[in-house]
C-alpha cells in the first residue's frame, strides 16, 4: 500500500461550491435589478411620451409648463415635442403682462389697527402670525409680519462658490424667521452667487441688470413700503440711480420670462389688482412669494410640491389667490422650486423638495429674514 500519496489540504469542494452559489446568488439579483430599471425607465418614458401627446390637452399643458421651471429637467419636454410645439402650450397657460408701478400711497404703514405708528403691537394681536394654508395640489405656510420694518435681506456677501443653509442665514443675522430670495447660481446646489441686484441694509452689494433678461427688483423701501419694479434692460447707473431715488434698503431680484426656455414669473398684484392668467398661468410647483397688505403687514409665503406628500405644488394662480384673500394689495412671486423654504423660531416649517436636503434647504446666498 501506498501511503506516500499527497493530499492538497486547501482543496475543499464544498467551499467551491458554496463561492459558485453566492455569485450566482449575486448575479441573478443584479439581473433582477437591472431589469427592473429597465421595466420602470420604459415604463417611465411611455407614460411622459402620452403625457406629452394630445390624449389629454389639460395634462400636457400642465407637464410642460412644470417643466420648464425646474432647474434641470427642462430637456424632458424637447425629449417628445417640437419648440414650436412647447411654446404654443406655454403660450395657452401663462400671465399677461403687467407693467404697473407700484403707487406708495395705497400703503399706509401701521394703519387699520394692526401695529400703532409707534410700532407697538395692540394687546390682542401677534406682532408674527404663521397661518398653514392646505390647497388642492399643494400646502403652504404664510407668515404675517405686521411690522414691515422687521423684515430685511441677508445675504453671505462677500459672494463665493459655495452658498449656506436658511437656518444659518437666519442665525447669523440674529433673526427669527426667513425665506429663500431672488434669483442665484443653484447648479449642483451651489448657492454662493447671486444674480442681477441685490441690496442689503442700504448696501449695494451686487449690481448686474444684465445677467439675464426680464430682471424685476423686489424689495422694501426705507419707508418700508414694497417695490416690484422691471429693471429688464437697465443699465448699472440707471440701476443706482433707481435705488437712490427710491430709497430702497433691501432688494433681490427674479426672472419674469414667458418662453420655451423658462417659465418665471415675478408681477402677482399691483396696486389691489390681479394680474390676468391664461389658464392657471403657470405650472405647479414649490412656490415662494411675497406680498404687503394695505397696512404695512408683510406676506411670506412658502407652498410645497413636486410630489412631496403628495402635492404637485401652487400654479401662480393659486399664489394670486391666497395673496388676494390675505389682504396683498402688491405681491411678487420670487425663486421657487428646490429652493423654497422657510424657516421659523428655530425650526423649518418648509424644507426644500429635493430628497437629500428634505429636512433643510438648499445653500443660498441670501434670504429676507425677519428681526
Known sequence: ???NRKVNVNASPKRDRTGKKVAKIVFQSILVILTAVVLLSATLLVSLKMICSSISPSAQRMFVTTILETGQLKFLASWFLSPDEIQAIVDTNSMESFDEEVDDSLISVGSFGSIDIGGEAKPDEKDIEVIEISGS?????LIIVKDPSRVSVASIYP??????????IVNDAGAIAGINGGLYNSYNNSGGTPYGVVVANGEIQLNEPNQWPGLVLIGLTED????????D?????????LINEKKIRDAVT???ENSDVNNHFVQLVINGEARELNGKGSGLNPRTAIGQRADGALLLLVTDGRGKAGHLGASASDLINIMLEYGAVNAANLDGGSSSCMYYEGEYLMTSVTFYYSNASWKLPLAFVVK
Open 137 to 141: 395640489t399643494f400646502y403652504a405656510n
Open 233 to 241: 434692460g437697465m443699465t448699472k447707473q440707471q440701476v443706482n440711480d
Open 1 to 3: 500500500m501506498n501511503y
Open 254 to 256: 427674479f426672472q419674469e
Open 159 to 168: 459672494w463665493r462658490s459655495e452658498g449656506v443653509t436658511l437656518d444659518t
Open 224 to 231: 418700508n413700503i414694497l417695490q416690484i419694479i422691471n429693471i
